[in-house]
């Protein structure tokens, strides 16, 4: 099984930064992919990042050069470091994983794998 704390969301400014957490307290082994996606009310989930367990990260343009996910030092953890925040990045962010691989490991469909976390809320203000 699969169990993802989120922690790190919060208010902030435009312009201003927030990291967020993630970690796996359950799975024995290395999980194949994690990653962020969010939701804004009214709006489908769109995936953010994702890494996998080499190291490999993809984007969605819509943050590309203003996120930057890494992989923590405990195993099956992920850090997202947000950067330049803008409005239209307001949304419940969602930590989730693939534990084996059951497609790429790629950020438009993170959103579609099969575990994901509670959320954290990150509100920018204009």
């Known amino acids: 099984q699969v169990q993802l704390v989120e922690s790190g969301g919060g208010s902030v400014q435009a312009g201003g930064s927030l990291r967020l957490s993630c970690a796996d307290s359950?799975?024995?082994?290395?999980?194949?992919?994690m990653g962020w996606f969010r939701q804004a009310p009214g709006k489908e989930r769109e995936g953010v990042v994702a890494i996998g367990s080499d190291g490999s990260a993809s984007y969605a343009d819509s943050v590309k050069g203003r996120f930057t996910i890494s992989q923590g030092n405990a195993k099956n953890s992920v850090y997202l470091q947000m950067n330049s925040l803008e409005p239209e990045d307001t949304a419940m962010y969602y930590c989730?994983?693939?534990?084996?691989?059951?497609?790429?490991?790629?950020?438009?469909?993170?959103?579609?794998?099969?575990?994901w976390g509670q959320g954290t809320q990150v509100t920018v203000s204009s």
């Open positions: 989730a994983a693939d534990p084996v691989p059951t497609g790429r490991c790629y950020y438009d469909r993170i959103h579609r794998v099969g575990y």
């Open positions: 359950e799975y024995r082994f290395s999980i194949y992919c």
